[in-house]
């Protein structure tokens, strides 16, 4: 009777103003959006959080790793209604695996569903499960992927460079310094956190924020072999033991071929980072 | 200083091609996005541009979806939705509504009820999309890949227990994730303003992309024009765009007003084809971007970067640049400033202050020459062409310290009649006869604190009047105040008196905008004039400085422009008088409204 009159309802509102009715159910929900979009992006976030964004230690990398090792082998989805599969939040089932879409929130009344982090600590949880790794040892990987992609800003953005494509990646991490990387085509890493936190003296810090990045080739190509100078530019806000601050930071390194024609790699000495404090020195 | 003033006075931006004051809102090409809200303004933009993200996608072969099952929906969306400047384009747009859950419940329900969508529509080609407002903190690309998800129910897929609108969406919003560059103004504790591009990669199509606060969300146009040829309009074509996120810095302070202008730089680069010989080349603009922030007043030096500002509206402007100058904030900039000590910290005019920089070269560059510029922060030359020195040091002399690094030293004497203020050096510049310029610009000013208890009152700008036309009343049906009208072709006079005992020098005079004629909207150049008329020889045609008691009397002759780069032009309206004194002070005054000082042509619609 409820849906009843839930779609008379809908029928009042709408039917003036489209071609068709609404249908009910032809909704994007942001519950299963998010466990989609981990679904379709999961190798490479695991990849990007086992790496440096989330914080793990080796014992949690190792475990991850096993995780992201077999995501590419990763179930097909089925929605189901709690109706459908009762009140667990997923069910393997061969090829495929159940998602209780009626427990995509975050909180009991339903008034948060599902984000980014908590679809990825769910498919951690079905192929943890599906490998038979005890879901136990998982639980500090949890809470660091949920602490760490609750709020992250930017995924990657890329710059295509002769071809070859460049990126950096920027996680904002509840609780923890920024992770900001620049990144070449065959996955060698300038941790720009790193450097800034050495640069600035910091040995402790409270807090590390980046802002509006922006990665450019440089003004040509210097060298013989035509590499490139890539700079990325970016606000920076720290508070740490050597002092706090708000500025401007640069971190510039080289792409190499080691051959004409060869490819672009990162040549990890040329890392240069600097940050403008301001003020007489 | 010559090497700037020589580039300025030719340089005529005919660049700026986003200036939310030039902008009304309107339905098509480029438009102030319609919305209450931030993100019901950035909804729109995204189901604006819907088909151009998705026929990315579909093109791709590499960047996208390589699932047969999804590019096989993805083609088939790519052609459902209507491009963007289709006449189909306007129905589209109207197909998006905005409602509350809170004030319609069981609207946003599942079939169980249990599920709050953030979205939801019919099955059937054109059925209208409802959009929760009450659900609009998702990230931009995850409203995207439910817009996706939306549009693919239009073609009778339905939320089956795989999710194929999900999966579709997630892989789009993917994809419009690589290839997005954006860039917001955090750092300056003005988050809310995101400037946003996404690199469509598709032949002939420019990228697309927005300019977005709290307030106001202005579509980005990157397209080649008449006004703004990206490429040579007689023999090419545009083929693709690259354009980077833009990298904020200060550009200089009005600090008796409370603002602070900050300019973006970066690089648009942008591939053209001939297609007769099918031959490519690469033109590369410089990104100009500025905005203009409104902190409290009084505005604290030391302070600000931890207060909140507003945006100036009508100061906002982003574009592809044709002006040299603002290759300063991009690939010119490749000087860091490691170190800066002045001699002194406080310091009375008519003294010489001497300062010494240490900086670093991030591309071998070796430089020949240098220049200091100073600059106080109430009265900073900022004009629209981004030369943001008002003198020029005394002397400047370079010292190579390692192979990438060098001291940079100079004296500059302030004037006796120098305005009290705090002084900063805003850039150094750099020359070499073989490897050409290169420059340093400092984010946080090393302010040195200039004394001077006798200095004049500052100089006023007074008597503003324009001679020789009639009043005008309207344009394009918009009412005018402080307007008049002139016949393309017919000469008039502008005067104004600078009050003060500081005599003007012979820099440039004004900002002024030309509005040109575009079937249902204004299309913009800003242009910049000097005293003499190098810069504009047909328009601005003599300029008179005499010096009388108690100021300079300046008078323009002007002559109503007919046509720009080949489009006629609609009006003239003037943005800015402003006024450089010889030591040191600086006066102004803007007409920042649209639809005030303008001389329209008598040839246009009123």
Known sequence: MRQLILGLLLLSCVSSVHAGPIIVGNGGGQ?????????????????????????????????????????????????????????????????????????????????????????VVLWIEILATREALDPAEFASIDLKVLSSLKNYVQRAQQLSTDFQSFEYLMWRRAGMPDLLLVRDPFFNEVDVTKAISEHLGCTTVAALKFFSPSLNPGPGGSGPLDDYLLTLDFGVRWDCDSGKGSSIGRAVVEARRQKPDGPLAFDPKSVFVHVETGGIH | MKKFISIAFVALLGTIVVSTAATPAQ??????????????????????????????????QTECTTD?????????LNGYIPAFDSAQAGSWADLLQFISEKNNPGVFSSASGEAHRVMVTGSTAMSKVLVNTDRMTMPLEDQLGLLVHEAIHHLGYGDDATRLPDRIGAEVAKHFVKQLKRSSLEQFNAPEIQVVTFDTMLPNHPNIGFISWGQWTSDVDWSSSALQPLCDPNTEVMNRQEISAPSWRVQGFKADRGIVVVKGGGHVNVVCLNPRTGAFHTNRFALGASVELQYPLPFDRE?????????????????????????????????????TQHDKTTMKAGETLRSTFRVRSIDNYRPETCQLFVVGTQYS???????????????????????????????VRIPTNARPDKYYVPLIFFQSRSEGDRDAIPLLPAFVTVENAGAPPPPVIRGLTVRGLPAAQKLDGNPLTNSYMADPGQKFEVEFIVEGKQLATTDRWFDATLYLKRPGSLESTVVHGSGSSISWPTVLTNTDVIYVTGGTRITMQWTMPTMFSGVEVMSLKFGRFYVRTFDYSW???EMPEIFDSMIVSSKVPH
Request: aromatic residues 8%; glycine residues 8%; hydrophobic residues 40%.
């Open chain 1, 31 to 119: 519950g299963e959006y998010s466990v989609v979009f981990a679904h379709a992006n999961l190798k490479t976030i695991l990849r990007d959080c086992g790496s440096a964004a989330c914080g793990l230690d080796s014992r949690e990398q190792t475990l991850l790793k096993k995780i992201e090792d077999v995501a590419s082998g990763v179930p097909a989805i089925v929605m189901k209604t709690e109706k459908e599969m009762g009140s667990v939040r997923f069910l393997l089932q061969g090829k495929d695996v159940w998602i209780n879409q009626d427990h995509l929130w975050v909180d009991e009344k339903k008034t948060s569903a599902y984000g980014l982090a908590d679809g």
């Open chain 2, 27 to 60: 339905a098509g090409y480029r438009e102030g996005m319609k919305g209450a809200t931030q993100a019901e303004r950035e909804i729109r933009w995204l189901w604006k541009y819907v088909g151009e993200i998705v026929a990315s996608c579909a093109r791709s």
């Open chain 2, 68 to 76: 047969p099952e999804i590019r096989d929906v993805v083609l088939k």
């Open chain 2, 303 to 339: 302070k600000w970067m931890d207060q909140t500002p507003t945006v100036r509206k009508e100061s906002v402007a982003l574009g592809a640049s044709m002006n040299p100058n603002d290759h300063l904030w991009g690939q010119a900039m490749t000087f860091t400033i490691l170190a």
């Open chain 2, 381 to 411: 030359v900022i004009t629209q062409d981004t030369i943001p020195g008002v003198n020029s040091y005394d002397s400047c002399k370079l010292t190579k310290i390692s192979a990438n690094e060098w001291q940079v030293e100079g004296d």
């Open chain 2, 587 to 589: 006066a102004e005054i």
